[in-house]
C-alpha cells in the first residue's frame, strides 16, 4: 500500500521560504511521477510542480515558476518542494501525490495522496 507522509509546512513572512518534504513508502517509485498540489479555503485543489522519478523531468504551474523547485532523493524515497519568495496567495494545504508514470496537471489522475501540510505566508 502506497503511503505519503508530508512534512515541513508552517507560517512564514512573505518573501520568505520553506521546504515541504514527501517520504514515500509501500512501492518501488522508479516508474511513478509525484507531484505538489496545494488548496486554499473554498477553492479546488490546484496543481503546483511535479516530477517523474526516474527522469526527473519536472513540470510547475506558472503561477510558480522562477519560485518554486521540485527535487527528489531516490535514496530516501523522498520529494522536496523549497519554495522561496512566497506570497500571500501560496497559503493553503500542500498536498503530495503519486500516479504510474507520467506526469498530471489533474489531480483526479493521482491515486495516492499524503495528508497534507498547511503552508501560511502572512502579508
Known amino acids: 500500500q502506497v503511503q505519503l507522509v508530508e512534512s515541513g509546512g508552517g507560517l512564514v513572512q512573505a518573501g520568505g521560504s520553506l521546504r515541504l518534504s514527501c517520504t514515500a513508502s509501500?512501492?518501488?517509485?522508479?516508474?511513478?511521477?509525484m507531484a505538489w498540489f496545494r488548496q486554499a479555503p473554498g477553492k479546488e485543489r490546484a496543481f503546483v510542480a511535479a516530477i517523474n522519478w526516474s527522469s526527473g523531468s519536472t513540470a510547475y504551474a506558472d503561477s510558480v515558476k522562477g519560485r518554486f523547485t521540485i527535487s527528489r532523493d531516490n535514496a530516501k524515497s523522498t520529494i522536496y518542494l523549497q519554495m522561496n519568495s512566497l506570497k500571500p496567495e501560496d497559503t493553503g494545504v500542500y498536498y503530495c501525490?503519486?500516479?504510474?508514470?507520467?506526469?498530471?496537471?489533474?489531480?483526479?489522475?493521482?491515486?495516492?495522496w499524503g495528508q497534507g501540510t498547511q503552508v501560511t505566508v502572512s502579508s
Open positions: 509501500g512501492r518501488t517509485f522508479s516508474s511513478y511521477a
Open positions: 501525490a503519486a500516479r504510474l508514470y507520467s506526469t498530471s496537471y489533474y489531480h483526479f489522475q493521482y491515486a495516492h
